[in-house]
């Protein structure tokens, strides 16, 4: 396992961190406002003829989406940290190198 990261390597994985819980919040709050803003033009043009209000539909199925982001975004995170599974790949990767010489 890598101990030692030079100023480059962790600066990299700083930016790339930082980009990712930028990008996550920026969809988090799109996701509330534009919801919201569903919600809102429903009540005010509402007359009451219908059960299910229409904006059930694109909050849940964007709302599901918006889960699988957060569960990809949380992984890439904690990715940056597994440095020792990466190894173990490009030793993999040098062994069949080697057996194929």
């Known amino acids: ?3 030692n990261y030079t100023e480059e390597e962790l600066i990299e994985i700083a930016k790339k961190r930082m980009r990712l819980k930028r990008n996550m919040y920026r969809r988090i709050i799109t996701y509330i406002v534009v919801n ?3 919600i809102i033009i429903y ?3 509402n007359d009451g003829s219908s059960d299910v209000p229409w904006y059930i539909w694109p909050l849940t199925i964007w709302g599901i989406k918006l889960v699988l ?3 990809h975004a949380i992984q890439d995170l904690r990715s940056t940290y597994n440095v020792n599974a990466l190894d173990k790949e490009v030793e993999k990767i040098k062994r069949k190198i080697n057996k194929g010489e």
């Open 36 to 38: 919201t803003f569903f």
């Open 69 to 71: 982001d957060i569960a």
């Open 43 to 45: 009540y005010l043009t």
């Open 1 to 3: 396992m890598k101990e």
